[in-house]
């Protein structure tokens, strides 16, 4: 005998910003309850030890508040890069390579130029430079979808290996000191070309360029013609062109603008923090500032947020490795169950679960 | 005398939400009797369907087959007990054959006897007189075919009542009438029949019964041959509507279009317009009848500058003794000439309108670009939102929601309304009134003789004959891809432009 099924789903209407908050919320709470369960179970530890160590490990001393801050903002100008590309539907999984590009036109400007022109303007050719370096690199996969229909989101990801070899290709020219395979820190001596501390803060400048990004980014996307236009290629290639707007044209200034931002951060890498440059410079970031720019729905307002949420559980995971000896997979798989139980919220805000009547 | 019924629902009720699809629907089907449904859209008659065929699952109620109170949690508990439902779209492989796509899915033996299987096939087509050659590919054929090809594959598998969605919308009359035969031997063999559809003469003309539901009630069921065309619409709509449609006299018709010799052709270079010529007159209402594919999409795109045009020209008269040409230009560059063509497109939530913005957003969709600023002014757009939803009584929330959460009445108004709003010299329209409700559209086709009686050269598709007959000045039919006859819309018969509609042969043009 067939049974009556218990539940059925149905597709929200609407909701209140106070439920989607407790949703969110229930969700935190339900992934560091089976992040406990995992930690008590495989390791037979103080579940709550442990997240203290992860809350000491990202905001544990001033040294280690501003590493975040620093981190986060990486994160966030890359999102912020990605974030007209997704809205536009173009899948741009290739941010890790614009990245790259953008640090090594940074790098080649710091070690070439460091000794011809003033450290204002070697700044300024270093910021222009990279972003015209990602922009190369985002606008070629862009260049092939609008002429030929070419798959971009398979073009980006290629683009990717191509920046890697670029830079291990000029590693062997920059290698110091010789025979280490690797740059080394760029300029120590003289700091040129690194962006300057400001009443002693390191940082200074890198809050005040993504800052500028940011909100930058949401009014384009939010007030602008052009954002206007990102978003309705975004919905439908036929409403678009019906609109009168010429898609390609719009595929191609969109990805360029994103391209670039992606360079900018490959800039504040290499001259705001590392002052140098290694294959390994972006470190997967160009992916995970994708699910950054989702999970805000590209307002980039909420994507400082949850880039903040993503480095925080990276540095407490750092800390939790040494200060517990445990492996840094070991974060890997708490941040894992974390972002499941987020992306799962995303369901309870679109759907709700119903008991069936009787 | 007490009678099984094949089907019986009993107080069924389904909810998306807040929204009450079916509330409380009783229905039954008597073994060889054909039942019609009928509702306008959004009265819930799919959804119902939807249960019957496992699709949803009714949140309250009963469903009785052969007298026994069953389980319908799948299409596949809907299949075992002998439902089957032909959808508006087709569900066919296109590259198998008519007898491979028949029996996809069943099981059988390792050994594949085509041969059998092919006999079986005819032997059913004989039984109820279809026509159908089981060897032929789904690609090669017509939609009717494809239709009937859908109906056996119900039959072979054992299925003794069958759901037909619409199943005339995309026929011809004399397809209809075909089908309809078939139903009713179909009928006599004992099988049940629930044919949902729109058009009232059908219904007179084929079924036995007739159950009615109005936003998601069941209102009545009637005996076909005590119901009238009004008796149904009333109970149909809720109240007495006026069922004719205005047409006035175009007032001095001036040439306003001229397609010659336009050729269009799709990507894989098939010839999807053929040499149409076509005069269009400010003024008046021209109709573009035809089947579903016969080029009419291609038409009023290649006009619009959505379609390259591969061969003839199009060319727009804005005033006596002026000419501007139009073809293969896109839709910035025939606005920056001035040329003011509003278009209604068929795909009104996937071309004409953005789902998931609001009014204010949708509305500008057509006008952004005015002005010199980098940044949208939503000022405007926003008060022309707030007016056309007040003249079109457009029911929403707010013009701040989003447009993909309307219903689909008041989408088409949210566009249409757009489209005039631009105050054009040709307007052109394409199937505006499907899937909308009896009262909004006859709301939309004044909106159209509005147009018309300001001296716009109104250009609709309309895929229901009868409203074409009663709407338009001039009637173009359109017939895989060649204009096969223009004709008065006064003095024209329904078979005659059914008739056209069927007509291929080179150069069957016969302008006035």
Same mark, same amino acid.
């Given at each position: 005998?067939?049974?009556?099924? *218990?539940?059925?789903?149905?597709?929200?209407?609407?909701?209140?910003?106070?439920?989607?908050?407790?949703?969110?919320?229930?969700?935190? $709470?339900?992934?560091?309850?089976?992040?406990?369960?995992?930690?008590?179970?495989?390791?037979?530890?103080?579940?709550?030890?442990?997240?203290?160590?992860?809350?000491?490990?990202? &905001?544990?001393?001033?040294?280690?508040?501003?590493?975040?801050?620093?981190?986060?903002?990486?994160?966030?100008?890359?999102?912020?890069?990605?974030?007209?590309?997704?809205?536009?539907?173009?899948?741009?999984?290739?941010?890790?390579?614009?990245?790259?590009?953008?640090?090594?036109?940074?790098?080649?400007?710091?070690?070439?130029?460091?000794?011809?022109?003033?450290?204002?303007?070697?700044?300024?050719?270093?910021?222009?430079?990279?972003?015209?370096?990602?922009?190369?690199?985002?606008?070629?996969?862009?260049?092939? /979808?609008?002429?030929?229909?070419?798959?971009?989101? $398979?073009?980006?990801?290629?683009?990717?290996?191509?920046?890697?070899?670029?830079?291990?290709?000029?590693?062997?020219?920059?290698?110091?000191?010789?025979?280490?395979?690797?740059?080394?820190?760029?300029?120590?001596?003289?700091?040129?070309?690194?962006?300057?501390?400001?009443? @002693?803060?390191?940082?200074?400048?890198?809050?005040?360029?993504?800052?500028?990004?940011?909100?930058?980014?949401?009014?384009?996307?939010?007030?602008?013609?052009?954002?206007?236009?990102?978003?309705?290629?975004?919905?439908?290639?036929?409403?678009?062109?019906?609109?009168?707007?010429?898609?390609?044209?719009?595929?191609?200034?969109?990805?360029?603008?994103?391209?670039?931002?992606?360079?900018?951060?490959?800039?504040?890498?290499?001259? @705001?923090?590392?002052?140098?440059?290694?294959?390994?410079?972006?470190?997967?970031?160009?992916?995970?500032?994708?699910?950054?720019?989702?999970?805000?729905?590209?307002?980039?307002?909420?994507?400082?947020?949850?880039?903040?949420?993503?480095?925080? *559980?990276?540095?407490?995971?750092?800390?939790?490795?040494?200060?517990?000896?445990?492996?840094?997979?070991?974060?890997?798989?708490?941040?894992?169950?974390?972002?499941?139980?987020?992306?799962?919220?995303?369901?309870?805000?679109?759907?709700?679960?119903?008991?069936?009547?009787? | 005398?007490?009678?099984?019924?094949?089907?019986?629902?009993?107080?069924?009720?389904?909810?998306?939400?807040?929204?009450?699809?079916?509330?409380?629907?009783?229905?039954?089907?008597?073994?060889?009797?054909?039942?019609? $449904?009928?509702?306008?859209? @959004?009265? @819930?008659?799919?959804?119902?369907?939807?249960?019957?065929?496992?699709?949803?699952?009714?949140?309250?109620?009963?469903?009785?087959?052969?007298? %026994?109170?069953?389980?319908?949690?799948?299409?596949?508990?809907?299949?075992?007990?002998?439902?089957? *439902?032909?959808?508006?779209?087709?569900?066919?492989?296109?590259?198998?054959?008519?007898?491979?796509?028949?029996?996809?899915?069943?099981?059988?033996?390792?050994?594949?006897?085509?041969?059998?299987?092919? /006999?079986?096939?005819?032997?059913?087509?004989?039984?109820?007189?279809?026509?159908?050659?089981?060897? /032929?590919?789904?690609?090669?054929?017509?939609?009717?075919?494809?239709?009937?090809?859908?109906?056996?594959?119900?039959?072979?598998?054992?299925?003794?009542?069958?759901? &037909?969605?619409?199943?005339?919308?995309?026929?011809?009359?004399?397809? #209809?009438?075909?089908?309809?035969?078939?139903?009713?031997?179909?009928?006599?063999?004992?099988?049940?029949?629930?044919?949902?559809?729109?058009?009232?003469?059908?219904?007179?003309?084929?079924?036995?019964?007739?159950?009615?539901? %109005?936003?998601?009630?069941?209102?009545?069921?009637?005996?076909?041959?005590?119901?009238?065309?009004?008796?149904?619409?009333?109970?149909?709509?809720?109240?007495?509507?006026?069922?004719?449609?205005?047409?006035?006299?175009?007032?001095?018709?001036?040439?306003?279009?001229?397609?010659?010799?336009?050729?269009?052709?799709?990507?894989?270079?098939?010839?999807?317009?053929?040499?149409?010529?076509?005069?269009?007159?400010?003024?008046?209402?021209?109709?573009? #009848?035809?089947?579903?594919?016969?080029?009419?999409?291609?038409?009023?795109?290649?006009?619009?500058?959505?379609?390259?045009?591969?061969?003839?020209?199009?060319?727009?008269?804005?005033?006596?003794?002026?000419?501007?040409?139009?073809?293969?230009?896109?839709?910035?560059?025939?606005?920056?000439?001035?040329? %003011?063509?509003?278009?209604?497109?068929?795909?009104?939530?996937?071309?004409?309108?953005?789902?998931?913005?609001?009014?204010?957003?949708?509305?500008? $969709?057509?006008?952004?670009?005015?002005?010199?600023?980098?940044?949208?002014?939503?000022?405007?757009?926003?008060?022309?939102?707030?007016?056309?939803?007040?003249?079109?009584?457009?029911?929403?929330?707010?013009?701040?929601?989003?447009?993909?959460?309307?219903?689909?009445?008041?989408?088409?108004?949210?566009?249409?309304?757009?489209?005039?709003?631009?105050?054009?010299?040709?307007?052109?329209?394409?199937?505006?009134?499907?899937?909308?409700?009896?009262?909004?559209?006859?709301?939309?086709?004044?909106?159209?003789?509005?147009?018309?009686?300001?001296?716009?050269?109104?250009?609709?598709?309309?895929?229901?004959?009868?409203?074409?007959?009663?709407?338009?000045?001039?009637? #173009?039919?359109?017939?895989?891809?060649?204009?096969?006859?223009?004709?008065?819309?006064?003095?024209?018969?329904?078979?005659?432009?059914?008739?056209?509609?069927?007509?291929?042969?080179?150069?069957?043009?016969?302008?006035?």
């Amino acid at each position: 005998m067939n049974k009556e099924p *218990m539940f059925h789903m149905s597709k929200r209407e609407s909701i209140t910003l106070g439920k989607r908050i407790m949703i969110y919320v229930a969700a935190i $709470l339900l992934a560091l309850i089976v992040c406990a369960a995992v930690i008590v179970g495989l390791v037979h530890m103080n579940p709550l030890g442990v997240y203290k160590a992860i809350f000491d490990g990202a &905001l544990g001393s001033s040294r280690r508040i501003w590493i975040t801050i620093r981190d986060t903002l990486v994160l966030l100008c890359i999102a912020v890069g990605l974030a007209p590309a997704f809205k536009m539907r173009f899948w741009n999984i290739g941010a890790e390579g614009q990245v790259l590009i953008g640090g090594v036109v940074s790098a080649a400007c710091m070690i070439y130029l460091s000794d011809k022109v003033p450290n204002v303007v070697l700044i300024l050719l270093m910021l222009a430079g990279s972003a015209i370096g990602g922009l190369i690199w985002g606008l070629i996969p862009t260049f092939f /979808k609008a002429h030929w229909n070419t798959n971009e989101t $398979l073009f980006t990801l290629m683009m990717n290996y191509v920046a890697m070899q670029v830079v291990t290709f000029c590693i062997c020219f920059w290698e110091n000191p010789k025979g280490s395979n690797s740059v080394g820190i760029i300029n120590q001596a003289t700091q040129a070309g690194w962006l300057p501390s400001v009443a @002693g803060n390191a940082y200074f400048w890198n809050v005040v360029i993504v800052t500028i990004l940011t909100v930058a980014m949401f009014i384009y996307l939010k007030y602008s013609k052009q954002g206007y236009e990102v978003a309705v290629v975004g919905e439908s290639d036929s409403t678009a062109r019906y609109a009168g707007i010429n898609v390609s044209k719009v595929m191609l200034r969109t990805m360029a603008i994103s391209g670039a931002i992606c360079g900018i951060a490959g800039f504040i890498l290499v001259s @705001g923090s590392a002052h140098t440059i290694s294959t390994s410079t972006a470190n997967g970031r160009g992916f995970t500032a994708i699910i950054v720019a989702w999970m805000a729905k590209f307002n980039t307002f909420i994507m400082i947020l949850i880039a903040f949420g993503l480095v925080f *559980m990276e540095k407490g995971a750092t800390q939790i490795a040494s200060q517990y000896g445990l492996n840094e997979n070991a974060s890997s798989i708490m941040l894992g169950i974390i972002l499941f139980f987020l992306l799962g919220a995303e369901f309870f805000i679109n759907y709700k679960i119903e008991r069936n009547r009787k | 005398m007490e009678q099984t019924y094949a089907i019986e629902l009993h107080n069924i009720t389904k909810r998306f939400g807040s929204v009450t699809a079916n509330e409380k629907v009783d229905l039954e089907v008597k073994k060889g009797e054909i039942l019609c $449904l009928l509702g306008e859209n @959004g009265s @819930g008659k799919t959804t119902l369907m939807n249960m019957i065929s496992g699709i949803y699952y009714p949140d309250e109620g009963m469903i009785k087959v052969d007298g %026994r109170e069953v389980r319908i949690r799948s299409p596949k508990d809907s299949f075992d007990l002998g439902i089957g *439902m032909v959808h508006q779209h087709f569900k066919l492989v296109d590259i198998l054959t008519a007898a491979e796509n028949i029996i996809l899915g069943l099981p059988g033996k390792q050994i594949l006897n085509m041969k059998q299987v092919n /006999k079986e096939i005819l032997e059913l087509a004989v039984k109820y007189g279809f026509e159908i050659d089981p060897k /032929k590919k789904i690609y090669q054929m017509s939609v009717s075919e494809k239709q009937t090809v859908e109906i056996i594959k119900l039959l072979y598998r054992g299925a003794r009542i069958l759901i &037909l969605d619409e199943p005339t919308a995309v026929l011809t009359p004399q397809e #209809a009438d075909r089908l309809f035969e078939v139903l009713k031997n179909m009928k006599k063999d004992g099988c049940s029949i629930i044919l949902i559809t729109h058009k009232l003469h059908e219904v007179l003309s084929v079924s036995d019964r007739v159950s009615i539901l %109005r936003k998601g009630l069941y209102i009545d069921t009637v005996k076909t041959s005590e119901a009238t065309v009004e008796s149904l619409t009333e109970m149909m709509v809720g109240a007495k509507v006026e069922l004719n449609i205005d047409r006035p006299e175009p007032v001095n018709p001036v040439k306003r279009l001229e397609l010659k010799n336009v050729t269009c052709k799709d990507i894989n270079e098939v010839v999807t317009l053929d040499h149409a010529d076509l005069t269009v007159y400010g003024g008046e209402i021209l109709g573009i #009848a035809g089947i579903s594919g016969g080029g009419q999409k291609e038409l009023l795109e290649a006009i619009a500058g959505l379609q390259p045009v591969s061969e003839g020209s199009i060319t727009f008269y804005p005033e006596e003794n002026q000419s501007k040409e139009i073809a293969n230009l896109d839709v910035a560059d025939i606005r920056a000439l001035g040329v %003011r063509l509003a278009f209604v497109p068929e795909d009104r939530l996937g071309m004409g309108l953005v789902g998931s913005m609001d009014m204010t957003d949708n509305i500008m $969709l057509r006008s952004y670009q005015r002005g010199k600023s980098n940044f949208l002014d939503r000022k405007t757009p926003g008060e022309l939102a707030q007016k056309i939803k007040d003249q079109l009584e457009i029911v929403t929330p707010s013009i701040s929601a989003p447009v993909g959460q309307m219903s689909g009445g008041n989408v088409q108004k949210v566009l249409v309304g757009r489209e005039i709003a631009q105050k054009p010299k040709v307007l052109m329209v394409a199937y505006p009134t499907r899937g909308i409700d009896i009262n909004s559209s006859y709301a939309i086709y004044n909106l159209l003789n509005e147009q018309k009686k300001k001296g716009v050269a109104v250009i609709c598709v309309i895929e229901d004959l009868d409203v074409l007959l009663e709407l338009c000045d001039r009637i #173009a039919v359109l017939c895989g891809g060649q204009i096969t006859g223009v004709l008065d819309g006064r003095t024209a018969k329904k078979d005659e432009v059914g008739v056209l509609m069927t007509k291929h042969e080179k150069g069957g043009v016969s302008h006035e």
